[in-house]
């Protein structure tokens, strides 16, 4: 059984950094698909990033060009590095894992079967 765990959320102004990592156990994760999924009160959850074991990425529209995603292999870790961020960007963050996951679902969150707890980012 895969456990995902992130951390390094947390309250930055808009225009800030801040880095997201999934620490990832119970298995060997290479060969799945991962994905950052976020999630505000009251909204759906939304496809952030994510990243095939290819390495191939895809984004969604809002971060486009200001996140980008990563994936260290031999440390079983998952990244999501997030720049110039906006109040819209407040929301809280989750790490997935997913197998044969086809691109065109890659930021849909239904075609994932493993999730982290969550980490909260705000951006004032």
């Known amino acids: 059984h895969m456990q995902l765990v992130e951390s390094g959320g947390g309250s930055v102004q808009a225009g800030g950094s801040l880095k997201l990592s999934c620490a990832v156990s119970?298995?060997?994760?290479?060969?799945?698909?991962m994905g950052w999924f976020r999630q505000a009160p009251g909204r759906e959850r939304e496809g952030v990033a994510a990243?095939?074991?290819?390495?191939?990425?895809r984004y969604g529209d809002s971060v486009q060009d200001r996140f980008t995603i990563s994936r260290d292999n031999a440390k079983n870790t998952l990244y999501l590095q997030m720049n110039s961020l906006k109040p819209e960007d407040t929301a809280m963050y989750y790490c997935?894992?997913?197998?044969?996951?086809?691109?065109?679902?890659?930021?849909?969150?239904?075609?994932?079967?493993?999730w982290g707890q969550g980490t909260q980012v705000t951006v004032s």
């Open positions: 119970g298995y060997t994760y290479g060969p799945y698909c």
């Open positions: 990243i095939g074991s290819n390495g191939n990425t």
């Open positions: 997935a894992a997913g197998e044969f996951v086809s691109g065109k679902d890659r930021l849909v969150s239904s075609a994932y079967r493993y």
